[in-house]
C-alpha cells in the first residue's frame, strides 16, 4: 500500500473510532458541500476534517448514529499525472484494495453509478469479525468520492445506510465570474460567465442598463440600473422612493424578508426582500443613489437564492458616484 493512502485510511478509523457527543438521538439532515460538489443525507451535524497526506489532499464529513455506527463522507483530489490514462472502474477496485488495513476482507462487491459517474459498492469485513465497514465509491473527473458506514453487520445493511448512500448527489462546479462595469451606468458588478451589458432608452425617457446570467438548471441573475427623475423627490427619504417603486413593480407579490440595507463602500442606501411564489423565489437588493435606482435580483429555488454564489454576485456591487 501507499505510505499516503495507508495515512488515509488510518485517519478514517480514528475518526470513526472517536467518542462522539452523549446524545446519539439524531435525525438525518442535508448536507452540502460546495467545494466538494456533493449533497447527501447525514444523521446529524457532521463533523469535518481536512488532511495532507503524500500529493493527496483529503476533506473528511463524520456523523455518528444512534445504533452507534458512524458515517462518513470524504473526498480525495489525486494528482492527474498519477491516474492519466485509466479507466474508472480499474481506479475504483485499485483504490478499493489500498484503502484495505492488515487483516480486513473486501467482500459482496458490485459496480453502481450515478447518472454517468462510475461507482463501486462493497462490504469489508474487519479482523475477528467483531464489525464491519460498507463503502461506496465514486471517481469523478479526477476526485474520489467515499462514502463508508462502520458498525454492525445489521447497522451496514440498515435502513439508515440505505437511506445515507441513496441520498448521496453530485453537484455541478461552482460557476466561473466575470466582473462587468458600466461606465454610463457607473457601476460594477460580478454575475456568472456570459452576462453582457446592454443600454436601452424608453419611450418615457428612462435609461436602462442591464445584464443577465443563468446557470444551467439553475438560479437566473440579472442587474439593471434605471434612471427615473420622478424619484428625484425622494431623493431625502430615500427608502420611501424605494418601497413606492417595489410595490409598483411587484403589486400583489408575497413579500418576506423585507428590511433596510447599505451599500458599505458608498453608504448609498437600500432595501433587501424576498418574493414568494408557488413555483420560485426572487431576492432582490435595490439601491437609490440620486434618481437612479439600481437592482441585483436572483430568481431559483429558496435554496439557490440563498447560497454562496448568490451571496457573490449581490456582494459584489460596486457605484461610483458622479
Known amino acids: 500500500m501507499k ?15 472517536d467518542t462522539w457527543a452523549d446524545d446519539l438521538k439524531l435525525e438525518f439532515q442535508k448536507v452540502t458541500s460546495e467545494a466538494g460538489r456533493f449533497t447527501a443525507e447525514m444523521p446529524g451535524k457532521p463533523q469535518t476534517r481536512d488532511e495532507q497526506a503524500g500529493p493527496v489532499r483529503s476533506h473528511s464529513f463524520v456523523a455518528p448514529a444512534a445504533d ?18 485509466k479507466a474508472p472502474q480499474d481506479l475504483l477496485k485499485v483504490l478499493s484494495q489500498a484503502f484495505l488495513s492488515e487483516g480486513e476482507k473486501i467482500v459482496a462487491t458490485k459496480e453502481v453509478a450515478i447518472e454517468k459517474t462510475p461507482g463501486l459498492d462493497y462490504q469489508v ?45 453530485l453537484t ?47 438560479p437566473a441573475f440579472a442587474v439593471y440600473a434605471l434612471d427615473l427623475p420622478e424619484l428625484e423627490k425622494n431623493l431625502k427619504f430615500p427608502q420611501g422612493g424605494m418601497q413606492a417603486f417595489r410595490q409598483g413593480a411587484w403589486q400583489d407579490a408575497k413579500i418576506v424578508k423585507d428590511q ?20 420560485n423565489y426572487t431576492r432582490e437588493r435595490m439601491y437609490l443613489h440620486q434618481y437612479r435606482l439600481y437592482r441585483l435580483l436572483v430568481t431559483g429555488s429558496k435554496e439557490a437564492i440563498n447560497s454562496p454564489t448568490a451571496n457573490r454576485f449581490l456582494d459584489s456591487l460596486s457605484i461610483r458616484k458622479q
Open 172 to 218: 455541478a462546479p461552482s460557476p466561473t465570474f466575470q466582473k462587468l462595469t458600466s461606465e454610463l451606468g457607473r457601476f460594477t458588478v460580478e454575475m456568472p460567465q456570459g452576462a453582457e451589458l446592454h443600454t436601452r432608452k424608453m419611450s418615457s425617457g428612462q435609461v436602462y442598463y442591464q445584464a443577465t446570467s443563468r446557470l444551467d438548471e439553475g
Open 3 to 17: 505510505p499516503y493512502l495507508l495515512v488515509l485510511m488510518t485517519m478514517c478509523v480514528l475518526m470513526t473510532a
Open 68 to 85: 452507534g455506527s458512524s458515517y462518513l463522507i470524504g473526498y480525495y483530489d489525486f494528482p492527474a499525472e498519477s491516474v492519466q490514462g
Open 260 to 279: 433596510e440595507i447599505v451599500l458599505p463602500e458608498s453608504k448609498t442606501p437600500g432595501r433587501e426582500f424576498v418574493v414568494e411564489s408557488d413555483s
Open 125 to 169: 469485513v474487519l479482523p475477528k469479525g467483531e464489525s464491519f465497514r460498507r463503502e461506496r465509491m465514486y471517481w469523478a473527473e479526477g476526485r474520489l468520492y467515499r462514502l463508508i458506514v462502520v458498525g454492525s453487520k445489521d447497522a451496514i445493511a440498515s435502513k439508515d445506510a440505505e437511506r445515507f448512500f441513496g441520498s448521496f448527489s
